[in-house]
């Protein structure tokens, strides 16, 4: 390239060499939850919760058959279909809080979160704690 020709390209490749660097200065926006999203969110954790039943349902039946009702393997099979019901409970609450404190004020955000935290916690505590105790 000529000498004449670099100067003249010379603005162009500063403008480029600018946006490159710039390129990662603007904060991009977080996105917008709507009650859309936020329903979307409660329809998925039904889902789950349905599917989980429905699970624990083939479950207790496939342990009845095979063992007969009154079975340990049958008593066995609805428990972990209580514990499954239970966590896609807590898990699609969780969830649904999340999508909550998405359409709260950037600075109530993380505190509803911390809530949603603890109170997932606390139900998959409880979870635990009923599934060990009707195990015994």
Known sequence: MQPQEWIRLAPTAAVFVMMAICGGCHKKAPPVVTPADIAAAQQEAQHEVEQAKAEAKKDVKSAAKV??????????????????????????????????????????????????????????????????????
């Open 67 to 136: 063992m007969g009702v009154d079975s340990k393997d049958v008593a066995r099979a609805r428990v972990t279909g209580a514990f499954d019901i239970a966590m896609a409970h807590a898990d699609g609450d969780h969830k649904v809080a999340i999508e909550k404190c998405m359409t709260l004020e950037p600075p109530a955000q993380q505190p509803c979160k911390d809530q949603a935290e603890i109170d997932y916690q606390s139900a998959v505590a409880k979870a635990k704690a009923i599934r060990v105790s009707q195990q015994q």
